[in-house]
């Protein structure tokens, strides 16, 4: 069970498709709901989804800068390398 009081990292995946998405959220099932119910506009055209990776963290800055770190170039060399 995902504790409500910290912070996740989460990368998602089109079952369709190579897509993928990196978010941050206090509420992991209800970010993953939104998105498999094409609430977000970045991630609406390539649902569903299904999580690939997930990281806990203690709060919402240090998830904030976690998730601007993975869509960096050195961020999506460090997903691919260590975390899928």
Request: proline share 2%.
């Amino acid at each position: 069970m995902v504790n409500q009081h910290m912070w996740n990292v989460y990368i998602i995946k089109s079952t369709n498709n190579n897509y993928r998405y990196i978010g941050s959220t206090n509420d992991l099932n209800r970010r993953i709901a939104e998105h498999n119910k094409g609430l977000c506009p970045a991630t609406k055209s390539y649902k569903p989804f299904k999580i690939i990776a997930c990281i806990a963290v203690k709060d919402k800055d240090t998830a904030v800068k976690l998730e601007r770190y993975l869509k960096t170039g050195s961020g999506i060399a460090f997903v691919n390398k260590r975390l899928l």
